[in-house]
């Protein structure tokens, strides 16, 4: 089996990022434990199904304002040359893996942590789900009776023990130069017995009412556009939900949790987590027909949101929002690039002008940005794409702490993490009062992702503010067919 790796599931924790108390839960939400929702494709029948034959379910979370926000993750352990990794097994915990929402839960073969043989000859790694959207975690580290999870690129870290059966530990996230949030963590076991709810209404119904777009107003963020869909997955279950919010700076990625019947009617719970982001949002279904609740995001921030049907719901044109001022001096923008040296904007440009470069996207960004990182996916596509006819990339990372060395580092591990080749100049901070007098060539940052492009004379075509990512569905798609129709135009000119 020369050179073959093989993969098994050996540990797993279903977590959820605590934003209820486990034990305030009621006995009806037992049926939820029993029917895990997970969607993976469009057969979700299939998908139902092929979980409501576990049990011994373990539930997580990070505590946030009395609250529990569920994601789940598994971890794997690769073996090398092994034609059996099953048999170097003698203890494991094994986990079903599936998506972010109100409920995830694993199962476990033994309360007992990984032991291979003693020679430690394995490679974990982990992955998380939320909804539809799979993330692959390569820092993942087991030392004894201890497990430490990374997002390098989001300078985030779970760090967690093992102890009687359960996990317990911190989620550590880093905010800001001397901003580290932290968010206890732990495990715990769900019971075992409950009985379903009575009198619940048609979940058709539910679907009919929910599922589409809506018009949302955040009480301190502003407007946004909705999408919610809801699957049945029959029997007493609850009706799964997925979905995402857009707003004019960007979505709010992949969403996905329950919806249960209560005494006031309709109440749902949607998640995701992506080691720097960490959101919840709840609501009631109100007998109006509107959407009442709650958004919080880590244990930092909340603010409450209404929302009505309007499958007409748009926001504003992303190409509109933001202005290039043409009075502004390429030259007079110099920034530090990752290897600490200063260069101007119009230098930088040079450069790729020189290597064939005739048209440019300069792309402001953080790396700690979710939205950053998935227009930085789309912009390794187009490079991939459009590199041999002229299209270059130049980055304006606006960072954390203020650090260059440490602002730097992050802005290297963002660009290994997706395979990004472009030249980036570190322009300043992330505080976007700060970033809009760093870069007067734009009437102000409005938003992390920001898209300039760039014709060869170096004069701007269009601004697009924010990104809708792949979670928004029909929104990326306009978003891709319009980049590319001008990345078009823009080649063809020359």
């Not at 929002?321 to 920034?335: H, I, K, Y």
């Amino acid at each position: 089996m020369g050179g073959k790796r093989w993969a098994t599931k050996v540990l797993g924790v279903a977590v959820s990022l605590g934003i209820g108390q486990p034990e305030a839960y009621p006995p009806d939400l037992l049926l939820k434990a029993r029917t895990p929702p997970l969607l993976l494709d469009e057969s979700d029948e299939t998908t139902v199904a092929a979980y409501r034959d576990h049990s011994g379910y373990q539930w997580a979370g990070f505590k946030i304002d009395d609250e529990w926000l569920r994601f789940r993750f598994e971890l794997v352990a690769s073996f090398g040359d092994e034609p059996n990794p099953l048999e170097r097994i003698n203890k494991h915990i094994k986990m079903f893996s599936g998506m972010s929402g109100d409920i995830a839960q694993p199962y476990i073969d033994q309360a007992a942590w990984l032991d291979p043989d003693g020679d430690g000859h394995f490679v974990p790694f982990a992955e998380i789900r939320n909804g539809k959207e799979i993330i692959r975690i390569e820092d993942v580290q087991i030392e004894g009776n201890r497990v430490s999870i990374g997002f390098p690129h989001y300078d985030s870290r779970i760090e967690a023990v093992m102890e009687d059966g359960a996990l317990r530990g911190t989620w550590t996230k880093r905010r800001g130069a001397n901003n580290i949030a932290e968010v206890e963590f732990q495990s715990f076991q769900p019971p075992r017995s409950g009985c379903p709810v009575q009198n619940v209404p048609s979940k058709e119904l539910l679907g009919r009412t929910l599922d589409g777009r809506w018009s949302a107003t955040f009480s301190e963020s502003g407007r946004a556009v909705a999408e919610f869909r809801s699957i049945s997955p029959g029997g007493f279950a609850d009706p799964i939900v997925l979905g995402t919010f857009l707003t004019p700076t960007g979505d709010y990625r992949h969403l996905a949790g329950l919806a249960e019947w209560t005494e006031t009617g309709w109440a749902m719970r949607l998640s995701t987590f992506d080691g720097a982001h960490a959101f919840l949002f709840k609501a009631t279904l109100q007998p109006n027909g509107s959407l009442r609740g709650d958004f919080w995001s880590g244990n930092w921030w909340h603010e409450t949101w209404t929302a009505e049907r309007d499958d007409d719901a748009t926001l504003p044109d992303a190409m509109q929002e933001t202005a290039w001022r043409g009075d502004a001096d390429l030259d007079e923008l110099v920034f530090k690039g990752i290897d600490g040296n200063p260069r101007s904007v119009a230098h930088m440009l040079s450069i790729l002008e020189a290597s064939g470069g005739r048209a440019t996207i300069l792309l402001v960004f953080g790396s700690w940005c979710p939205n950053c990182a998935d227009a930085t996916e789309y912009l390794v596509e187009l490079q991939q794409r459009y590199h041999a006819r002229g299209l270059r990339v130049l980055g304006l990372a606006f960072e954390l702490t203020g650090d260059i060395e440490r602002d730097a580092k992050q802005v290297r591990i963002h660009q290994a993490h997706h395979g990004a080749n472009w030249p980036v100049l570190i322009a300043g901070l992330s505080d976007k009062a700060k970033a809009s007098q760093a870069l007067p060539v734009l009437d102000k940052i409005r938003s992390y992702p920001t898209a300039v492009f760039m014709n060869s004379d170096r004069e701007s075509v269009g601004v697009w503010t924010g990104f809708s990512g792949p979670a928004t569905g029909e929104a990326n798609a306009e978003l891709r067919r319009r980049w590319e129709a001008l990345i078009e135009s823009l080649l063809d000119d020359e």
